[in-house]
């Protein structure tokens, strides 16, 4: 949401582990990326060169396989192959480079500007920005938040995804709150999973509102099966989803646009982004889900707002607001979208 959540789904919740766990089987395992060299026997003997390659490197997915190929990372007999439709013979050497290929920096700890709101020994809350992607997946296998975070902290390294609990979409900007330790990590993902982490966005619409100035949308999202990028609204009756829930209110409606508040109750992949055009109200910018630029706003006007949740080890109720970027507010202006009673904006 996204993620909410990139491209990306938002939570790691005890039923919300697949599409992260999609990412991990591109990403190249830190044990696999030394040289290495098989031969062909006669079980591959004139298979595709990418399936006796997975089942001659079984710690290899064969997804992770043809991207190794297609990269460059593979020869037979000392000569580069590209195509993993090519058949082997018996006695082919195979070598392979898969620290050549890009999925092999996913894990690398990189130097960057964080934009710390606030930051104990247990927790780290980040203002993510614009354009920032939050976890290594194809397309993007450096230059992420959890590349940062590797940087940022020693025991980053000792955490799954370097203690990030949830997640946001590329362009979509604002608050996140990431573990330090493995203790706080389980503390987060189980209180995200009862519902006691409170994530509230601001979005920017599409159209005059329309219906209930309140509501709570609770309807499950899926796959959508005309295209694969997207997610959609589904009917869990005939199609696989995840029950999801996203409470709506009016701020302001102004001519052709409106600003609304939105709060969490599950994270699912792009569940605001998908919940509001469910609604009739594209996210302005949002060309995925049927926005389109508005107002100098390119991307989907999305921000997490504010975020509150309990310190996991302290006990101490924690809250933290940070304004939408400059973009954001620029559009507002232009639209008229500006509310007098939400402080910093």
């Not at 960057?112 to 993007?140: F, N, R, S, T």
């Not at 709060?263 to 792009?270: I, V």
Request: glycine letters at 8%.
């Amino acid at each position: 949401m996204t993620n909410g959540g990139e491209n990306n789904p938002e939570i790691i919740g005890p039923d919300e582990t697949a599409d992260w766990d999609d990412d991990l089987q591109e990403v190249v395992p830190s044990a696999a990326q030394a040289p290495r060299r098989v031969s062909v026997g006669f079980e591959e003997h004139g298979q595709r060169l990418d399936k006796a390659l997975a089942h001659l490197l079984p710690d290899l997915s064969r997804n992770l396989v043809q991207q190794l190929i297609e990269a460059g990372a593979v020869r037979v007999n000392h000569l580069a192959q590209i195509r993993p439709s090519a058949k082997v013979r018996l006695g082919d050497l195979i070598d392979v480079r898969a620290d050549l290929a890009p999925q092999a920096r996913a894990f690398e700890p990189q130097v960057m500007d964080l934009a710390v709101v606030y930051e104990d020994e247990q927790v780290l809350v980040i203002d993510k920005a614009v354009g920032q992607v939050v976890h290594p997946a194809p397309g993007h296998w450096s230059g992420t938040l959890l590349n940062g975070l590797l940087a940022h902290h020693p025991g980053a390294r000792a955490l799954p995804r370097a203690g990030i609990v949830h997640r946001l979409d590329k362009d979509t900007s604002g608050l996140m709150v990431v573990a330090k330790t493995r203790a706080v990590m389980d503390a987060l993902v189980g209180a995200i999973a009862r519902r006691e982490v409170q994530r509230e966005y601001l979005a920017l619409v599409h159209k005059p509102w329309q219906g209930p100035v309140e509501q709570s949308i609770e309807q499950a999202i899926g796959r959508d099966p005309r295209q694969r990028t997207r997610m959609a609204v589904v009917d869990l009756s005939r199609q696989a989803g995840k029950p999801a829930r996203t409470d709506v209110q009016l701020l302001l409606s102004q001519g052709g646009a409106s600003l609304v508040h939105c709060r969490l109750h599950t994270g699912r992949t792009h569940q605001i982004r998908v919940h509001l055009r469910h609604l009739g109200h594209s996210l302005i910018g949002d060309t995925l889900y049927g926005g389109r630029p508005l107002a100098g706003l390119e991307r989907q006007g999305l921000h997490a707002w504010r975020l509150s949740l309990t310190h996991p080890i302290s006990g101490e109720p924690l809250q933290w607001q940070r304004s939408w970027p400059k973009d954001m507010g620029q559009a507002a202006r232009a639209l008229g979208l500006l509310p007098q009673d939400l402080p910093g904006l």
